[in-house]
């Protein structure tokens, strides 16, 4: 197949640049006569590159000195049981329910302490996000836990809620593609394979002042005070997906930063509910405000149009379009590696599509 | 730099046929138009990758059905707490201390419960294995862990012990080096970076009979059980680690397997050993039997030589020889990987430093 654009919800498409320039020094990086996975992570050239994609990561998302930026293993997954095991002191956190992993993550944070489920979206199936300023938040909370994009629902936050405890956010699905103000939160965390790499990395930003009382059953390896004591190389880190990272995030620093590519972002989504809105065909479940510019999913009139919409249109090189179990239907990840002509020539096809099954 | 042999520690060389092979298929994997980076964890050519890797696993190291293989992340190291946070029902272990990594894994068990050091090699700073014939067991542990190879000081089990509990043991630094017998472990776990790929990879291979009972504070992440009914895919794996250790897999069945992958450990690892041992200029400081065919630490007369030797190394392109800094001198770490090339200039190098330094 010649060229493919994938909708996958991640691992999802990486640059054209990005991947060029990986393959041309895979064998050797930089002159070292070395791939870059075969370097000890002890190494200089390694490390340059470790730091280079800490830095970047202050710069592109303004980042203060106030924070640790940690790169570490295991997924976004890992950190619902990290986040509780590193900032219970009190054992006990808010948490917003607005999609499947939110809930997941208060159900993992249940393990080791109080959990409050101040409010959840759940009573319309995920569509719209609760009204941020009704919400009664627990004074005595260790934090308040949201998630700022669902990748399964397609709904994101517009505005985020300011509770009394640290706001602590799985941003694993809208990092870098929208403006964040860091300084909003406590603790971010984020796989990487959406918007900043191949998986095997995550990413966490967390206030200094938040790690320092890690509850003693903690493992030693999901310690944010363990990895920031030693730069995120307490262990082998899974260097190759952070080199890869680096690359990305050169790419959007040479891109303009994070404010022009949710430009860019708000643009494709713009084009593809503009689409699904002025057609009787297709439809998106999620109020309009609260519709995620990475994530769109939509329907076609029944379930046999929306397998056989996925079958064709992988079959013209628009793959992983199909939506997730819980929701069915189509779902379109348009993460920034997604280029435009990506976007365009879906809505060709469903265009197409429509009129051969109206 | 040309042509680079790389000693490290891990991660260390990969073979050149993996590396060249994954550089042609780098922007497009089995006329999938994607790089395997970019695709889906549940998209058939990336499981297809997924499980012919569980599949290499159980081919070259003769595992039956009454283990799992799981493909899981965050190193060995997050293994130290995963064994007993999955292990314990009694919550006793027996460990046997026989380097840095195998007494920080005893350190971490302690959180969890009861841990008995059996046996130490430390009063002779690891340069030797305990006699596993003379070690008095805990009747009632739910574990003893030992390291089969030590990384750090080259020392390694020729004899294993038989213990009344299940046998844990870090095979880290030398899996697919040697043959083991499964059948004689409850437990096994490998960080990737040595014999099978890139880092961003953990193997732990377990008897299915031993992960039924977590305990309650296990985060989820960690739990074999979790991992074992998803088939590893209960979250985004690494799944480039997972494709380059299908890559490294495939190249060791093609040369044989592992029995003789060992007969060319021993013979690249004996080289090196002749030659110390006949010098009066270097020196390896562990007792004959139970010196490690996988990573050879050696020293010059002082630690100025040592310091020069390793200089002058790399300007030879002979990198990464620098001994880990609780042994000081040399490491020479010669997987599976290094060829018989890059042991033989080692020597070479080794006989001019000498000549020049006497």
């Given at each position: 197949?010649?060229?493919?654009?994938?909708?996958?919800?991640?691992?999802?498409?990486?640059?054209?640049?990005?991947?060029?320039?990986?393959?041309?020094?895979?064998?050797?990086?930089?002159?070292?006569g070395m791939?870059?996975?075969?370097?000890?992570?002890?190494?200089?050239?390694?490390e340059e590159?470790h730091?280079?994609?800490?830095?970047?990561?202050?710069?592109?998302?303004?980042?203060?000195?106030?924070?640790?930026v940690?790169?570490?293993?295991?997924?976004?997954?890992q950190?619902?049981?990290?986040?509780?095991?590193?900032?219970?002191?009190?054992g006990?956190?808010?948490y917003?329910?607005?999609g499947n992993?939110?809930?997941?993550?208060?159900?993992?944070?249940?393990?080791?302490?109080?959990v409050k489920?101040?409010?959840s979206s759940k009573d319309?199936?995920f569509?719209?996000?609760?009204?941020?300023?009704?919400?009664?938040?627990?004074?005595?909370a260790?934090?308040?836990?949201?998630?700022?994009n669902?990748?399964?629902?397609?709904?994101?936050?517009?505005?985020?809620?300011s509770?009394?405890?640290p706001?602590?956010?799985?941003?694993?699905s809208?990092i870098?593609g929208?403006v964040?103000?860091?300084?909003?939160?406590?603790?971010?965390?984020?796989g990487?394979?959406?918007?900043?790499?191949p998986?095997?990395?995550?990413?966490?930003?967390v206030?200094?002042d938040l790690?320092?009382n890690?509850?003693?059953i903690?493992?030693?390896?999901?310690?944010?005070s363990?990895?920031?004591?030693?730069?995120?190389?307490?262990?082998?880190?899974?260097?190759?997906?952070?080199?890869?990272?680096?690359?990305?995030l050169?790419?959007?620093?040479?891109?303009?930063?994070?404010?022009?590519m949710?430009?860019?972002?708000?643009?494709?989504?713009?084009?593809?509910y503009?689409?699904?809105?002025?057609?009787?065909?297709?439809?998106?479940?999620?109020?309009?405000?609260?519709r995620?510019?990475?994530?769109?999913?939509?329907?076609?009139?029944?379930?046999?149009?929306?397998?056989?919409?996925?079958k064709?249109?992988?079959?013209?090189?628009?793959?992983?379009?199909k939506?997730?179990?819980?929701?069915?239907g189509?779902?379109?990840?348009?993460?920034?590696?997604?280029?435009?002509?990506?976007?365009?020539?879906?809505?060709?096809?469903m265009k197409?599509?429509?009129?051969?099954?109206?």
């Amino acid at each position: 197949m010649d060229k493919v654009y994938n909708f996958s919800a991640g691992p999802g498409m990486l640059p054209d640049e990005v991947k060029k320039d990986a393959q041309r020094d895979f064998l050797s990086y930089n002159n070292t006569g070395m791939s870059v996975m075969e370097m000890s992570h002890r190494s200089k050239p390694y490390e340059e590159i470790h730091f280079e994609v800490i830095s970047l990561f202050r710069y592109l998302m303004n980042i203060g000195d106030e924070y640790h930026v940690l790169l570490i293993q295991g997924g976004a997954t890992q950190q619902f049981d990290a986040v509780p095991l590193n900032l219970f002191v009190k054992g006990k956190a808010d948490y917003i329910v607005t999609g499947n992993f939110a809930s997941k993550a208060a159900k993992e944070a249940l393990k080791y302490g109080d959990v409050k489920i101040v409010a959840s979206s759940k009573d319309k199936n995920f569509t719209y996000i609760p009204d941020v300023d009704k919400i009664e938040f627990s004074k005595d909370a260790d934090y308040t836990h949201i998630t700022t994009n669902n990748t399964i629902f397609g709904v994101r936050f517009r505005k985020l809620p300011s509770p009394p405890s640290p706001l602590v956010a799985d941003v694993s699905s809208n990092i870098l593609g929208e403006v964040m103000d860091i300084n909003k939160f406590g603790l971010i965390y984020a796989g990487a394979q959406k918007n900043i790499g191949p998986s095997g990395l995550t990413v966490v930003i967390v206030r200094k002042d938040l790690i320092n009382n890690p509850m003693s059953i903690c493992p030693t390896m999901l310690k944010y005070s363990e990895a920031s004591e030693a730069d995120s190389l307490h262990n082998t880190p899974s260097t190759y997906s952070i080199y890869m990272a680096m690359l990305t995030l050169r790419w959007l620093k040479k891109l303009g930063g994070v404010a022009e590519m949710q430009k860019f972002n708000d643009y494709k989504a713009g084009l593809l509910y503009d689409f699904i809105d002025n057609s009787s065909f297709y439809k998106n479940p999620v109020e309009v405000p609260y519709r995620s510019i990475m994530n769109v999913p939509f329907v076609s009139p029944n379930a046999e149009l929306d397998a056989l919409f996925c079958k064709e249109a992988t079959a013209s090189g628009l793959i992983s379009l199909k939506g997730h179990r819980l929701v069915g239907g189509m779902r379109a990840s348009i993460y920034n590696a997604m280029p435009l002509e990506g976007v365009k020539k879906l809505i060709e096809f469903m265009k197409k599509f429509e009129s051969e099954n109206k």
